[in-house]
């Protein structure tokens, strides 16, 4: 085998970094993901990650790490390093103070007080910075579009999940949908709850199947997951499963101007966080609802039901990520309901087309992941 090229190398080394960034996946925000290697010789002398909101970044975490002194080594991080005061102090100081000869990006920050400084001050300083390919870029991108989206947008990424049958249903004409997926596909989408900042359901689901949409256990670190009910005209009984535990993990409601005061006074008193939204038509008011979640620093949002909110979603252009198990059952009939109602495209040239799609098999089903948007 031929010995790899500086580039080759270089990928290999943001690549590892992007996988350390990875580790603390859920638990971050509003923060983003990020993964930093100290690499002296070929060698790897030092190895850190973000690990929560308010501890240390990537690159002390790294820097820290050393096993011998970094001065002179090169450091490999999966996002553009910081040169603000925050929570923490900027790490282009540390990154000086190390003695660091050379720094390769993965991916640019889209923060307003980034913007590429930290490049300007590290190259004025003497320090070589270089951005790393298309493959570490495109994997450190896609590890953090909730952080990005909501850096250039304000708005939460949000993300679709849907179970339908081979025939594109999410439930029976007689409205029966337990279980469409395997047993494995559901573990699956449980375990996202806990990797996002909030979980989504319309009235009809909440409504139908008195969920919890929590994900117990599995996010004792980061925090339990907002539960957000699109509900216009605040119809939640207090006596559901979410606002009976609104205490463990907080439930906002949104409902327009439509919704009973004295329903919205029972859900507050009840401990639910009410949001009415206004606007001309469903879309301006879903934005506006993203709109006060972002301002609440909810960076993602997992959808999870039913068809309607799916679709309103989408007549908004409002979902960026689509997750969908398709199961190897056929249910039939016309009244079926599909994963996604609402207006829908005229013509087969107005639909959304993702960008990128990966397919995985869980047990019998499939999983599709496409990424309409990409931030
Ligand atoms: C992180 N971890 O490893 C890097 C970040 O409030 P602070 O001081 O933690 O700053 C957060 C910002 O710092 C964040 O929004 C991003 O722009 C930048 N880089 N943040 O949390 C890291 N490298
Ligand atoms: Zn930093």
Same mark, same amino acid.
Not at 107 to 124: E, Q, V, Y
Not at 256 to 263: D, E, H, I, L, Q
Not at 329 to 354: C, F, K, N, T
């Given at each position: 085998?031929?010995?790899?090229?500086?580039?080759?190398?270089?990928?290999?080394?943001?690549?590892?970094?992007?996988?350390?960034?990875?580790?603390?996946?859920?638990?971050?925000?509003?923060?983003?993901?990020?993964?930093? #290697?100290? @690499?002296?010789? =070929? !060698?790897?002398? $030092?190895?850190?990650?973000?690990? +929560?909101? /308010?501890?240390?970044?990537? &690159?002390?975490?790294?820097?820290?790490?050393?096993?011998?002194?970094?001065?002179?080594?090169?450091?490999?991080?999966?996002?553009?390093?910081?040169?603000?005061?925050?929570?923490?102090?900027?790490?282009?100081?540390?990154?000086?103070?190390?003695?660091?000869?050379? #720094?390769? @990006?993965?991916? =640019? !920050?889209?923060? $307003?007080?980034?913007?590429?400084? +930290?490049? /300007?001050?590290?190259?004025? &300083?003497?320090?070589?910075?270089?951005?790393?390919?298309?493959?570490?870029?495109?994997?450190?991108?896609?590890?953090?579009?909730?952080?990005?989206?909501?850096?250039?947008?304000?708005?939460?990424?949000?993300?679709?999940?849907?179970?339908?049958?081979?025939?594109?249903?999410?439930?029976?004409?007689?409205?029966?949908?337990?279980?469409?997926?395997?047993?494995?596909?559901?573990?699956?989408?449980?375990?996202?709850?806990?990797?996002?900042?909030?979980?989504?359901?319309?009235?009809?689901?909440?409504?139908?199947?008195?969920?919890?949409?929590?994900?117990?256990?599995?996010?004792?670190?980061?925090?339990?997951?907002?539960?957000?009910?699109?509900?216009?005209?605040?119809?939640?009984?207090?006596?559901?499963?979410?606002?009976?535990?609104?205490?463990?993990?907080?439930?906002?409601?949104?409902?327009?101007?439509?919704?009973?005061?004295?329903?919205?006074?029972?859900?507050?008193?009840?401990?639910?966080?009410?949001?009415?939204?206004?606007?001309?038509?469903?879309?301006?008011?879903?934005?506006?609802?993203?709109?006060?979640?972002?301002?609440?620093?909810?960076?993602?949002?997992?959808?999870?039901?039913?068809?309607?909110?799916?679709?309103?979603?989408?007549?908004?252009?409002?979902?960026?990520?689509?997750?969908?198990?398709?199961?190897?059952?056929?249910?039939?009939?016309?009244?079926?309901?599909?994963?996604?109602?609402?207006?829908?495209?005229?013509?087969?040239?107005?639909?959304?087309?993702?960008?990128?799609?990966?397919?995985?098999?869980?047990?019998?089903?499939?999983?599709?992941?496409?990424?309409?948007?990409?931030?």
């Amino acid at each position: 085998m031929p010995p790899l090229t500086r580039q080759e190398r270089d990928e290999r080394f943001l690549s590892r970094a992007v996988d350390l960034a990875a580790e603390a996946l859920g638990r971050t925000s509003p923060n983003p993901m990020v993964g930093a #290697v100290i @690499v002296k010789d =070929d !060698d790897t002398i $030092g190895e850190g990650y973000h690990a +929560a909101a /308010g501890e240390p970044h990537a &690159e002390r975490m790294a820097l820290a790490s050393c096993r011998e002194d970094p001065a002179g080594a090169t450091m490999y991080v999966s996002l553009e390093p910081c040169a603000h005061e925050g929570r923490t102090p900027p790490c282009v100081e540390a990154i000086l103070e190390a003695g660091i000869a050379r #720094v390769v @990006v993965a991916s =640019d !920050d889209p923060t $307003g007080k980034a913007s590429g400084r +930290a490049f /300007g001050i590290l190259r004025d &300083e003497g320090v070589r910075v270089e951005m790393g390919g298309n493959g570490s870029a495109q994997a450190a991108r896609i590890l953090n579009q909730p952080f990005r989206k909501h850096a250039r947008v304000g708005r939460p990424l949000v993300i679709l999940k849907s179970a339908m049958t081979l025939d594109g249903k999410v439930a029976t004409s007689g409205g029966d949908s337990k279980w469409i997926s395997g047993e494995e596909s559901r573990a699956r989408g449980h375990r996202w709850r806990a990797t996002v900042d909030a979980v989504a359901a319309g009235i009809g689901t909440a409504l139908t199947d008195d969920p919890m949409l929590t994900a117990w256990m599995l996010d004792e670190q980061g925090g339990a997951a907002r539960r957000v009910i699109f509900d216009s005209e605040a119809r939640l009984p207090v006596s559901s499963q979410l606002v009976r535990t609104a205490a463990e993990a907080p439930v906002t409601l949104i409902c327009g101007r439509a919704a009973s005061r004295p329903g919205i006074l029972a859900l507050e008193a009840a401990g639910v966080e009410v949001i009415m939204v206004a606007g001309e038509n469903e879309g301006a008011r879903l934005r506006s609802a993203l709109d006060e979640l972002g301002a609440r620093d909810v960076q993602s949002v997992l959808l999870e039901g039913g068809p309607h909110l799916a679709g309103a979603f989408f007549d908004a252009g409002e979902v960026d990520e689509v997750r969908a198990f398709v199961a190897p059952i056929v249910a039939g009939g016309r009244s079926a309901r599909p994963p996604v109602e609402g207006q829908g495209v005229e013509a087969v040239g107005e639909a959304p087309r993702a960008l990128s799609t990966d397919v995985e098999r869980i047990g019998e089903d499939v999983l599709i992941t496409a990424r309409l948007k990409e931030w």
